[in-house]
């Protein structure tokens, strides 16, 4: 049982296994995603699945070959430079505390972030990921010929979950070199899955010699793969700091680099994101925590600053903060402690305007002697938009309860009066799930509560139905899917509570971020009344307030007549609606209602203005009226049902 929780088999066995969980103590719970929202964008450019006969066209790269992935707070897709082919996912989210910002993470779901295949058994472990670099020249430069007197090692730091999911004993990560004149793969190394302990969060380093002359070739090329479920977001393994380079021994295990290992946080003191509305100088956070490391044995004196732009690149200041300490090495001393450093004051105030913005905070780390400058700078976004949000926008495992009527809410506090619009909400994505098994039922209600002074009233301002939750299988990057309100909430300044109400008792799955953590603004009530969260992380509900219009998060059909066919009354409705068509030149045969998500709710014979529509069905919320003929279709007139 403990291994049907953390994999799934089926999508339809994931629903039943929720199902069946209801049978058990009522609880908050994680469990694995059965998609990537941040490679969910098929159009984006990723590398194609070259074959290694196709190589002869590229260039081979000169040593030394290093690969930290410190881009992956700004492309989940390996570099092409170094890869021709990768179906893993370049992330700061699934490691723990990693040799430099960024890592590849090994899992079930394919380069565009769908399982490999869903319905396969969760006992068996199948191929999944692979990352194959472009070929490297071990032969022949203009200054120098190969030979296995060269003492080329190839060495890398592995790590078993991380904040992921542990890869089981029949699950493995291994590393294969290519022999281009024979055409093969040789297998170099593996590793067989297991669950670390707690203790057991390090990586862990591996370095291989190169000792056969089949190798000293100028297409020489070696990739990493796993095997393990192909189910899903799961047996992750992460991969950090790969290097191949000659005269190296065996004891050259030591790096001398300074370079962060996480992105800084928020310079927000709440939240990472909220309304440029909302904003207000004392929105701003005392200090930023930096997480920095030394690679190195010795400690090293390090240099430390920021500069922030606004959204166009123009510099607002420069060298906000500037710090100076020393560092000591990581495996000993742990990140950096040092207060200038570590937790430096950010002594300064965006500037306080209506317009939805954000801006860049550069920061840089720097050492003399340093010999990998590519992880010393990163970019920082901090947006000031139209929500509130507490995750960073990336989601390491599902969040759910498991009881009939489960409600979750998180705090937002408004300092000026302002309209809730909508409700951005991530929803584990991969299939149309509520067209499968019990899920067809799952309905929620987004919901608003006042404040108690320790959690959510009984005092509810909102209830307002989202129909059934929106797992999208087209594509989004970074984009979560919109719920309108059906009639925006003016609320006055003060502290609230926003989130859901499930009304089945089939758990939703919200994207949970496990590295930002605020589950001291997340309460729960699975019946008992509410309660603070106890697990640590953020949950994917972005509030959205404003009253400009605001996208739906699909595209609306284009109507083939644009202008105004007919007239809709009452409006807002509750049971049934009257359609007067004012062009009698067009002969309208049925009635179309379409939901705000673009799903398809009703369909039925047009009659006339003089028939009544019956919408009772209909849950409260937006919709889009259509009349269709033969030839054509009108534009939409919106509906609102509110009861």
């Known amino acids: ?83 021709k082919d990768s179906s893993v996912y370049v992330n700061t989210g699934f490691p723990i505390a990693p040799p430099s910002l960024g890592v590849a993470t090994f899992d079930g779901l394919n380069k565009y972030g769908y399982p490999y295949n ?128 000659k005269n190296r021994n065996m004891s050259d295990t030591i790096f001398d680099d300074i370079a962060f290992g996480m992105m800084p946080s928020s310079y927000l003191k709440n939240y990472s994101a909220m309304p440029s509305k909302q904003f207000q100088p004392t929105e701003m956070a005392t200090n930023v925590h930096n997480w920095i490391r030394n690679n190195n044995s010795t400690f090293k004196n390090v240099n430390y600053w920021d500069t922030i732009y606004t959204k166009n ?39 306080v305007g209506p317009d939805t913005t954000f801006y860049k905070i550069r920061h840089i780390v720097h050492n003399a002697t340093d010999i990998e400058r590519r992880n010393d700078t990163i970019t920082q976004i901090q947006r000031l938009s139209n929500y509130y949000a507490y995750d960073d926008c990336s989601a390491e495992v599902g969040y759910y309860l498991n009881a009939y009527g489960a409600r979750f809410a998180q705090r937002f506090t408004l300092n000026v009066q302002d309209t809730l619009q909508a409700l951005d909400i991530y929803f584990d994505p991969v299939l149309n799930v509520p067209t499968i098994g019990n899920l067809a039922l799952t309905t929620a209600f987004m919901c608003v509560w006042t404040d108690s002074g320790n959690g959510p009233s009984t005092n509810r301002l909102l209830k307002d139905s989202i129909g059934t939750p929106v797992y999208l299988k087209e594509s989004y990057y970074n984009v979560m899917p919109r719920f309108a309100l059906s009639s925006p909430l003016v609320m006055s300044p003060g502290t609230y509570y926003i989130g859901l109400q499930q009304v089945t008792n089939t ?74 068509c004012s062009h009698q030149h067009v ?51 919106k509906l609102i049902i509110s009861r």
């Open 1 to 83: 049982m403990k291994h049907m929780n953390r994999h799934i088999n089926t999508f339809i066995i994931l629903i039943a296994s929720w199902v069946f969980s209801l049978t058990g103590n009522a609880q908050e719970q994680l469990r694995p995603l059965s998609g990537n929202i941040q490679l969910q964008h098929i159009k984006r450019d990723v590398p194609a699945n070259n074959s290694i006969k196709k190589v002869q066209t590229v260039t081979p790269l000169d040593l030394p070959f290093f690969e930290d992935f410190s881009y992956a707070y700004k492309n989940p897709y390996p570099k092409s430079k170094y890869w």
């Open 118 to 245: 869903p319905s396969a058994s969760s006992t068996v472990s199948g191929s999944a990921d692979t990352l194959t670099s472009q070929p490297i020249n071990l032969q022949l430069t203009t200054t120098h010929s190969y030979t296995l007197f060269d003492s080329l090692r190839f060495s890398f730091f592995y790590q078993a979950r991380g904040q992921g999911d542990p890869p089981e004993s029949g699950d493995s990560l291994c590393l294969d070199f290519f022999k281009p004149n024979q055409k093969t793969w040789v297998n170099v190394w593996g590793r067989k899955g297991y669950n670390p302990s707690g203790s057991d969060t390090l990586f862990h380093f591996v370095m291989i010699a190169i000792n056969d002359t089949a190798y000293l070739d100028s297409l020489f090329t070696f990739r990493f793969r796993n095997k393990g479920s192909q189910t899903g977001s799961l047996d992750h393994w992460n991969l950090d700091y790969v290097y191949l380079n």
């Open 313 to 351: 690149d123009v510099m607002l200041i420069a060298s906000n903060i500037t710090a100076s300490d020393n560092c000591y090495p990581f495996p000993s001393a742990g990140w950096l402690q040092s207060s200038g450093l570590a937790y430096p004051s950010i002594g300064y105030t965006f500037p």
């Open 507 to 580: 758990g939703l799955n919200i994207g949970f971020d496990k590295n930002t953590d605020h589950h001291d603004v997340l309460y729960y009530d699975i019946g008992n009344g509410w309660t603070q969260s106890a697990i640590k992380g953020s949950v994917m509900v972005h509030p959205v307030f404003g009253r400009h219009d605001y996208a739906t998060g699909i595209e609306e059909k284009k109507p083939i007549t644009t202008r105004k066919a007919f007239d809709l009354y009452p409006n807002p409705a509750q049971n049934e609606i009257y359609i007067s």
């Open 587 to 637: 002969s309208y045969t049925e009635v179309e209602v379409v939901s705000s998500l673009g799903q398809n709710i009703l369909k039925q014979p047009y009659h006339g203005s003089s028939e009544a529509i019956d919408v009772s069905g209909l849950e409260s919320g937006i919709y889009f009226i259509y009349l269709t003929s033969s030839d054509s279709k009108s534009a939409p007139e």
